[in-house]
């Protein structure tokens, strides 16, 4: 059974740092998507950035370009989303989630309906 879990949330100030971890198990991992989401009351759940784990291709979300890095550990079982200079806007539940189902990231990118597998968010804070 595929298990996805997430950590490292919490509260900062605007133009702080935050590093998300997200450890799955249950499955291999090499040939995987992961992917992080966000969501805010009352806003549909949107993509951040996701990762194939067989190469390391990423592809982000414009709004968190060159401020957030997704990486992953070596047992490709982990992926770290590093957040800095973070602003207010990206106060939300951020999710992580796997796709262990197709051999690669599908199209088109940060599809939340593409994931199978998702974490029960954890929860980041930025006030200004």
């Known amino acids: 059974q595929v298990q996805v879990a997430e950590s490292g949330g919490g509260s900062v100030q605007a133009g702080g740092s935050l590093r998300l971890s997200c450890a799955a198990s249950?499955?291999?991992?090499?040939?995987?998507?992961m992917g992080w989401f966000r969501q805010t009351p009352g806003k549909e759940r949107e993509g951040v950035a996701q990762?194939?784990?067989?190469?390391?291709?990423?592809v982000y979300a414009d709004s968190v370009k060159g401020r957030f890095t997704l990486s992953q550990g070596r047992a490709k079982d982990t992926v770290y989303l590093q957040m800095n200079s973070l602003k207010p806007e990206d106060t939300g539940v951020y999710y992580c989630?796997?796709?262990?189902?197709?051999?690669?990231?599908?199209?088109?990118?940060?599809?939340?309906?593409?994931?199978?597998?998702w974490g029960q968010g954890t929860q980041v804070a930025v006030s200004s």
């Open positions: 989630a796997a796709d262990v189902l197709w051999p690669g990231c599908r199209s088109p990118a940060m599809a939340v309906t593409s994931f199978d597998h």
């Open positions: 249950g499955s291999p991992f090499e040939h995987s998507c």
């Open positions: 990762i194939y784990t067989r190469d390391g291709n990423t």
